[in-house]
């Protein structure tokens, strides 16, 4: 049995009212099911089906097996290169901007589509049928060049729907950094006077997506760089490096979020420096637990191998008269 539609251009009307349907849908953040099932058609299929309508509107030379083939090929196309202009004006690449101007290209090509359908001789136009029995085609080729194609479009398509519903998570990381004794990036305690206390704002936060027990040694160094002529290569000579402090702290794995920046842990820390100099006062953090120090003990002898094995370090150079 076949069924076609020769009298009204069914098939762009329908892609219109996909993409009117699947705007609410997804605005609204309704179910996640009903947006893939309207989105992947959306994204994967209907630009390129729509392009094609309005380019070839008669049934001569495109028929409906390689329409529905070319259309996931162009769809494919167009949505990075809309992507891409998205890109370079002030809306950006987001949910809303990318669903509306596909809507709109959709819209728009849909209306050139219409006239370019209704201008063509009506025994040439194209119009969509469905033969409900599978083709007994005399070429066997053409039968396997068939099968593979449908299956190839539902290898396809449940590939976008395991990449949509199991995302793939983002790059594990964890944010560390000191802050002024104001909670901001500036006013850090450069200057002091032997003895007197100094106080920074320690920052944490874990994006590692497991809980870690880190542990933050603080150091205060003392340092030379020389320049080796072998090598021609700079190199540190760490004079001194004493042990200043340690803190321990267990966080769960909290989302990084690009657009809200929002602190998980921060910690006033109050020091002083009794003795004079310039220094770098080393902040080194580790994942895994460290062995204990005694407090102001010298450890240059290890100095090397703590910093190349710290997780992530940050310092404050001081300048204590």
Known sequence: MKISFKTHPIDIILCILWGILLLPITLLSMNGILRILFGLPFLLFIPGYILLSALFPTKK?????????????LSLAIVPILGLILNYTPWGIRLETVLL??????????????????????????????NLTFPQSQNKIDTVLLIILVISILIAFMTCIFVITIPNPGEPFTEFYLLGPTGKATEYPRNLIIGENASIVIGLANHEYKNINYSIEIWLINQTTDYNEPTHTNETIYTHMWFMD????????????????????????????????????????????????????????????????????????????
């Open 61 to 73: 030379g495109i028929d409906g097996i390689e329409r529905i083939a070319l259309s996931f090929g």
């Open 101 to 130: 101007s596909l809507f709109y290209f959709i819209i728009i090509v849909s209306i050139f589509a219409f006239i370019r359908w209704k201008t063509t001789d009506p025994e040439d136009r194209f119009f969509p049928s469905f």
């Open 246 to 321: 340690k803190i321990s702290i267990d966080l769960n794995h909290t989302t990084a979020n690009e657009k809200i920046w929002k602190m998980q842990w921060e910690y006033n820390y109050t020091f002083q420096i009794k003795r004079k100099g310039n220094y770098e006062l080393t902040f080194l953090l580790f994942t895994t637990p460290t062995d204990e120090y005694i407090r102001y003990e010298d450890y240059k002898s290890i100095a090397k191998q703590k910093i190349d094995n710290a997780y992530e370090r940050t310092y404050l150079e001081l300048n204590v008269i």
